[in-house]
C-alpha cells in the first residue's frame, strides 16, 4: 500500500493579508533608502501574498528623529512613485510609526501626537540593551487616550527570555503582542527562537509582522514558507486580516 504525507498548501503569507511592522517608507530609518527600493520591496511582499501594507518607520529620538510630518512627506513621495509605476503593489493607505519607549515617547503621547496603524494601534518597542520602566504607565496611558498598546516583537528581549510572567502582565494591563514573522528562523537568534515559540504556543500573539528593512528580509520571508514553523502559523488568530 501507498501512503504519502499531505503536505499543507499553504505556501505564502495570504493568510494574513495585511503586513502592520515594516520600514519601507524612503529615506527617513534604516528601512527603504529611496522609493526606487520601496517598490521593489513592496513589489516582492505582493509576490509572498501580502495584498496591504502599513508602514511603520521609527520614531527614536537622536537615532531616527521622526515626527508627524516627517514620516507623511515620505509617504507622499512613496504614494506618487506608486501612482507612476505600472506593476502589481499591495494596497498602501495608511501609515503607523514603530516608537522607542523613552522619554520622547511620553512627551509624544502627552501632546497627543501617535500614530496608529488600523484604527487605534500603537506600535511600540523597547531598547533591546534594558528594559523600558516606564512600560506599564505608558501602557495604561495610551489607552486613556482611547488607543490599544502593541509591544513590537517581545521575543527579541534578551533580557525578557523565560520571563513568561512579565509577558503575561503585560497582556493583563492590555498590552497586544507582535510576532516578528522571521524570528521563527533562526535570523535572530535560538532564544529569539525559542521565545517566540513559547508565546505563539500560548497564543499570547495577536499581530504578527515582517519588520521589513531590506531585500534580504524578502529572502528569509521566502525561507520561513518552506521551514516546519511556517505551519504553525498558518491557522493561528492573528488580527491581521482585520486591517
Ligand atoms: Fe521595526
Known sequence: ??????????????????DMHNHILPGIDDGAPDSATSLVLLAELSALGF????????????????TP?????????????LDSTAGIFPIVDHYGSEYMMDGHFT????????????????????????????????IFQIQLQ?????LAHPERYTYLFGQMGYFEQLI???????????SLLEHYGKGTQKTALQLLDKQWYSWAGTDTHHIGHIQLLKQLTQSKNFQKIVDYPFLNKGL
Open 1 to 18: 500500500m501507498f501512503f504519502s504525507k499531505k503536505k499543507s498548501s499553504i505556501t505564502d503569507f495570504s493568510f494574513l493579508a495585511a
Open 51 to 66: 495584498t496591504k501594507v502599513i508602514p511603520t518607520p521609527h520614531t527614536y529620538q537622536g537615532i531616527y528623529p521622526n
Open 69 to 81: 510630518s516627517t514620516i507623511a512627506a515620505s509617504y507622499d513621495q512613496l504614494k506618487k512613485a
Open 107 to 138: 512627551s509624544i503621547r502627552s501632546k497627543n501626537e501617535l500614530l496608529s496603524f488600523g484604527k487605534d494601534r500603537v506600535l511600540v518597542e523597547m531598547s533591546f540593551a534594558d528594559n523600558a520602566p516606564m512600560l506599564m504607565d505608558e
Open 146 to 150: 482611547g488607543k490599544i498598546p502593541v
Open 172 to 182: 493583563r494591563m492590555g498590552c497586544e503582542l507582535q510576532l516578528n514573522l522571521l
